[in-house]
Nanobody, 123 residues
Framework: QVQLVESGGGLVQPGGSLRLSCAAS????????MGWYRQAPGKQRELVAD???????NYAPSVRGRFTISRDNARNTVYLQMNSLKPEDTAVYYC?????????????????WGQGTQVTVSS
């Protein structure tokens, strides 16, 4: 059973930075892609950024240029570096791993989610 554990969330002032980590219980090389999603109160969960096993990345327009997703295969960890944070970035951030057949753009036959980490951007 895949386990994904997110960490690095917290309270930060507007303009500040945070780095989120998603540690997998096994090799992340076995996943087609891993990604970060977020869900703010009263809103649907949305893609923030993802990265494939071939290091192809994809970002939501609202975070492009401010956030960077990366992976460390040796540590089985995916990171999300978040800079120039804004109050509208406040949400619970979730890590997702996908494998098997790609059934839609960046959606896979099998997916597993972490439990999430809270990010709050406020002065």
């Amino acid at each position: 059973q895949v386990q994904l554990v997110e960490s690095g969330g917290g309270l930060v002032q507007p303009g500040g930075s945070l780095r989120l980590s998603c540690a997998a219980s096994g090799s992340i090389l076995s996943f087609r892609a891993m990604g970060w999603y977020r869900q703010a109160p009263g809103k649907q969960r949305e893609l923030v950024a993802d990265i494939t096993s071939g290091d192809s990345t994809n970002y939501a327009p609202s975070v492009r240029g401010r956030f960077t997703i990366s992976r460390d295969n040796a540590r089985n960890t995916v990171y999300l570096q978040m800079n120039s944070l804004k109050p509208e970035d406040t949400a619970v951030y979730y890590c997702k791993a996908g494998w098997g057949r790609e059934i839609d753009f960046r959606k896979y036959e099998y997916e597993h989610w972490g439990q999430g980490t809270q990010v709050t951007v406020s002065s």
